[in-house]
């Protein structure tokens, strides 16, 4: 090469190298902003003080301030967990203002578990534990959602033990154990009694059994059965269920990607944001890379992630990600087939595929080394051409270029979040996959923020505490199918109020009513789980297994006395519809069924059944399909 050339090449590398320092120089500027930003947009949705958020509970994690188009004005049990989870690291890495935001929301918790609501009770069965979402003061939400959800008590109860580990390393182990256990037992006790029944997955779409959840369940298990000990309480009759749940976490890996969603009929290829934030969700930086924790850096983890991101570098599915080059960022979404909003790419998974690649690139430089195998291959190809089989110690000239490879494809993910950041720093659910690529849904989303703050730890290489056990964990040779029924009881000592176990009878209802997309059907009636006649406060149906053919909405209610006293229950059922539109009262007459004597005992038996068709007044569309 003549001399100049070489002087040219070498001032346009110098060039690059320069764009690329200024790049990182903003980057880190619009981080360092962010943070801030985020973590008061956070704190803005918490009650009882969270400006934005008036009229929310001591403790409750508002999702959005947003009323309308969406209404997220409630406290999710998932989004809320992984909130504290955050803010409870952020305490943990020293920011010890936030210590009186952790003792409220462990208060709330423990009075939210002894709530009643339309998925249960906490006595004596804990199906209440299982309810997706409540009010904003913490009263039991009435209307027909996607229930139960599995993800929020074993969520609530990994953030719960982070702190509580924090307390036992600080000499208040008798305040653990008397306050914080009884709240973490019963979730725990729910895990192990529920792990293999169906529920929604987190997205509140999809019945049958998701990635995220089995795996946030595993984690949860392991780490509560390290506390339970290092309280010195006896060994938890639930932990007979963990290794199988560690066994049926593995069946989603189906060669290429970890199907996100099984036990389902849902028309879809199964590839969805839940595999990438389920790994996040349980990162110990101390894990091999084998571990079947299923680990960020896993092989099959980093395949799955390549198959995921690629699924949206589809300019046609995602106009927003035209043009961008393989091994770069892009915006990412759900899963390819959401229409939610017409489907688009969400901060908090754009920001958690960020810190998806932190947590790989962080587990090899405290582990010293990077193994690629046939699996992980094409994902290290990407964002390095020259990638090989093999293992690469610390001294091998590849591993830190490897390193800063995985750091660089991380940032490039952040800057895009960047770009669809409005310029004081507010962060709505979604931003627009088409032109003007504007934000969309709900405004200052609480979980957005969150995952802001959580990727910003793990890029800064904060590293969470460990918690799968030293010995390696192994994966029995056959997935057998279990529950072990489970102990619950309100944590008093932490503020609940002292519940008993109601006296109820469990009675199918099953009514066949078509409806229009958006319309509801519940019952009203003379008895307390009815609402006492007022429809405010009546029984949602499910709608999970409605056809065109069988327009069936369902529960099995645990139905308490009549408030009258007798045996007759009277009730009606009743359509109502999400979009604004009023109650519809069933004309006709008003059905009655005799309650069998209700029993106290736990028992899930149920008693009766009803089997009806829907009468009334037929449904308006009432436009609530936008
Ligand atoms: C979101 O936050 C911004 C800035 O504080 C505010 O102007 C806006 O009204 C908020 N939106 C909602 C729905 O609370
Ligand atoms: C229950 O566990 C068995 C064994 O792992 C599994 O095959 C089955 O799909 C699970 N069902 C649900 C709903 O979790
Ligand atoms: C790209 O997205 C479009 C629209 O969703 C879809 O029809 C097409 O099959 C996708 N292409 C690939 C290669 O997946
Ligand atoms: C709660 O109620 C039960 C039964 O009524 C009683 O035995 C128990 O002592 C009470 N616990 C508290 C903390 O008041
Ligand atoms: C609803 O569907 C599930 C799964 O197919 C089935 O097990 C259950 O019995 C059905 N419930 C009713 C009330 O039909
Ligand atoms: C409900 O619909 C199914 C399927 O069409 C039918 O078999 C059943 O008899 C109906 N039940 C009532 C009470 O009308």
């Known amino acids: 090469m003549p001399a100049i050339s070489k002087l040219l090449a070498a001032t346009a590398l110098l060039t690059t190298a320069n764009a690329s320092i200024l790049?990182?120089?903003?980057?880190?500027?619009?981080?360092?902003?962010?943070?801030?930003?985020?973590?008061?947009?956070?704190?803005?949705?918490?009650?009882?003080?969270?400006?934005?958020?008036?009229?929310?509970?001591?403790?409750?994690?508002?999702?959005?301030?947003?009323?309308?188009?969406?209404?997220?004005?409630?406290?999710?049990?998932?989004?809320?967990?992984?909130?504290?989870?955050?803010?409870?690291?952020?305490?943990?890495?020293?920011?010890?203002?936030?210590k009186p935001y952790i003792e409220d929301y462990i208060y709330s918790q423990a009075v939210l578990q002894t709530v009643s609501n339309p998925s249960g009770t906490l006595l004596p069965n804990g199906g209440g534990l299982g309810e997706p979402k409540y009010m904003a003061d913490g009263s039991r939400y009435n209307g027909n959602w996607g229930r139960p959800q599995r993800d929020g008590p074993p969520l609530r109860a990994t953030a719960m033990i982070q702190y509580a580990n924090y307390l036992v390393q600080n000499g208040e182990k008798d305040r653990v154990k008397t306050e914080i256990w009884p709240i973490i037992a019963n979730d725990l006790a729910y895990v192990g009694h529920y792990w293999n029944a169906s529920g929604f997955d987190l997205w509140e779409e999809v019945y049958g059994s998701s990635f995220f959840t089995t795996q946030v369940q595993y984690r949860s298990l392991v780490e509560g059965e390290t506390l339970a000990s290092a309280l010195g309480l006896p060994v938890p009759a639930w932990t007979s269920q963990t290794p199988q749940i560690l066994c049926f976490l593995q069946s989603y890996w189906n060669g290429k990607f970890y199907t996100a969603t099984i036990n389902t009929n849902a028309d879809r290829i199964h590839v969805d944001a839940n595999t990438v934030l389920g790994p996040i969700a349980v990162f110990d930086p101390s894990a091999p890379c084998d571990s079947p924790s299923l680990q960020p850096c896993n092989p099959k983890s980093l395949a799955n992630f390549k198959v995921f991101v690629d699924t949206f570098r589809n300019s046609t599915l995602y106009p927003i990600n035209a043009g961008i080059p393989a091994g770069k960022g892009i915006a990412l979404g759900r899963y390819p087939?959401?229409?939610?909003?017409?489907g688009n790419p969400w901060y908090l998974i754009t920001l958690g595929s960020a810190e998806f690649l932190y947590d790989v690139a962080a587990t090899y430089l405290k582990q010293g080394s990077i193994t690629i195998t046939s699996t992980s291959l094409p994902f290290f190809k990407e964002i390095y051409p020259l990638a090989r089989q093999g293992t690469f110690g610390r001294l091998h000239p590849a591993f830190y270029v490897l390193i800063a490879s995985i750091r660089s494809y991380a940032d490039s993910f952040v800057s895009v979040s960047q770009k669809y950041t409005p310029a004081n720093g507010m962060m709505a659910e979604q931003f627009l996959k088409v032109e003007p690529f504007a934000p969309i849904s709900a405004a200052n989303l609480t979980?957005?923020?969150?995952?802001?703050?959580?990727?910003n730890h793990r890029r800064q290489n904060h590293l969470p505490e460990s918690w799968l056990p030293k010995k390696s964990v192994s994966?029995?040779?056959?997935?057998?199918?279990?529950?072990?029924?489970?102990?619950y009881a309100p944590a008093t000592a932490a503020g609940a109020p002292n519940i008993t176990t109601p006296c109820v009878s469990n009675i199918l209802f099953k009514v066949n009513a078509s409806t229009y997309y958006g319309e509801n059907i519940y019952v009203v009636g003379n008895s307390p789980t009815f609402g006492n006649g007022n429809l405010d406060n009546a029984y949602p149906l499910l709608?999970?297994?409605?056809?065109?053919?069988?327009?069936?909405?369902?529960?099995?209610?645990?139905?308490?006395?009549?408030?009258?006293?007798?045996?007759?229950?009277?009730?009606?059922?009743v359509r109502q519809q999400d979009c604004g539109q009023d109650w519809i009262l069933e004309d006709g007459e008003e059905r009655v069924i005799e309650v069998p004597k209700c029993v106290s005992d736990g028992s899930e038996d149920v008693l009766g059944e009803v089997d009806e068709a829907f009468r009334g007044q037929g449904g308006r569309s009432g436009g609530c399909e936008n």
């Open 23 to 98: 790049k990182t120089i903003e980057l880190e500027k619009f981080i360092k902003a962010e943070n801030k930003i985020a973590i008061q947009g956070v704190l803005d949705n918490i009650g009882p003080n969270g400006v934005k958020v008036p009229g929310a509970g001591r403790g409750l994690v508002i999702a959005s301030p947003s009323k309308y188009n969406p209404d997220y004005f409630f406290t999710w049990t998932r989004d809320a967990a992984l909130t504290f989870k955050t803010l409870i690291d952020d305490f943990l890495f020293g920011n010890t203002a936030l």
């Open 337 to 342: 087939e959401d229409i939610y909003f017409n």
């Open 447 to 455: 979980w957005s923020f969150a995952s802001f703050v959580g990727m």
């Open 475 to 487: 994966v029995p040779a056959v997935c057998q199918p279990g529950s072990v029924r489970g102990t």
């Open 543 to 573: 709608s999970s297994n409605y056809t065109n053919e069988r327009p069936l909405w369902y529960a099995v209610v645990p139905l308490e006395t009549p408030s009258d006293g007798s045996s007759a229950l009277r009730y009606k059922f």
